[in-house]
T-cell receptor, first 110, second 113 residues
Framework: QKEVEQNSGPLSVPEGAIASLNCTYS??????FFWYRQYSGKSPELIMS????GDKEDGRFTAQLNKASQYVSLLIRDSQPSDSATYLC??????????FGTGTSLTVIP | EAGVAQSPRYKIIEKRQSVAFWCNPI?????LYWYQQILGQGPKLLIQ????????DSQLPKDRFSAERLKGVDSTLKIQPAKLEDSAVYLC???????????FGSGTRLTVV
């Protein structure tokens, strides 16, 4: 079982819609969770971090964490074409190791 | 604040040759990471330094890869000898010790032919 799993997509949504990205992790004791955005040919860029159950909002982005279900999600409201990228979920496990998922490719259609 | 600096940006070598990558982290960031990202995959941690000590190198292929951070600031990652499957982007990242997410450099794209 992989440490972090994501649906690779591709996920396509129309401009203005809500994009929903999901991630599950295997180490139940993990405490820190991150979402990175990676444009083609560029390095990953941190967009959200979350450490406790519930929702965390930052502008059009909302990260949701459910530790009981070992599930992290990222919602992007009012999706824009500039949001088209690969979104990477990362988890810091109980061994203080960082693991990334394989990423979900998102395309926002104008 | 200046970002994480990496060089070179691109490198093409033949298999069995050696190659080295350099990284200078953000000033004050004690933790430095080297990641390998193969096309279509997420980044895979190769080695993590805290100051000049190794915290985690469990996924570093030590028969051919080596890394050092002698003065606790910049770092080099070396591959010797390179294999075709080493073709990837090598990303360096740094953070404060709390590790609340970190900043990546622009990466070095390695092609082994």
């Amino acid at each position: 079982q992989k440490e972090v799993e994501q649906n690779s997509g591709p996920l396509s949504v129309p401009e203005g819609a809500i994009a929903s990205l999901n991630c599950t992790y295997s180490d139940r004791g993990s405490q820190s969770f991150f979402w990175y955005r990676q444009y083609s040919g560029k390095s990953p860029e941190l967009i959200m971090s979350i450490y406790s159950n519930g929702d965390k909002e930052d502008g059009r982005f909302t990260a949701q964490l459910n530790k009981a279900s070992q599930y992290v999600s990222l919602l992007i409201r009012d999706s824009q074409p500039s949001d088209s990228a690969t979104y990477l979920c990362a988890v810091r496990n109980t061994g203080n190791q960082f693991y990334f998922g394989t990423g979900t490719s998102l395309t926002v259609i104008p | 604040e200046a970002g994480v600096a990496q060089s070179p940006r691109y490198k093409i070598i033949e298999k069995r040759q050696s190659v080295a990558f350099w990284c200078n982290p953000i000033s004050g960031h004690a933790t430095l990471y080297w990641y390998q990202q193969i096309l279509g995959q997420g980044p895979k941690l190769l080695i993590q330094f805290q100051n000049n000590g190794v915290v985690d190198d469990s996924q570093l292929p030590k028969d051919r890869f080596s890394a050092e951070r002698l003065k606790g600031v910049d770092s080099t990652l070396k591959i010797q000898p390179a294999k075709l499957e080493d073709s990837a982007v090598y990303l360096c990242a740094s953070s404060y010790p709390t590790g609340r997410g970190y900043t990546f450099g622009s990466g070095t794209r390695l092609t082994v032919v």
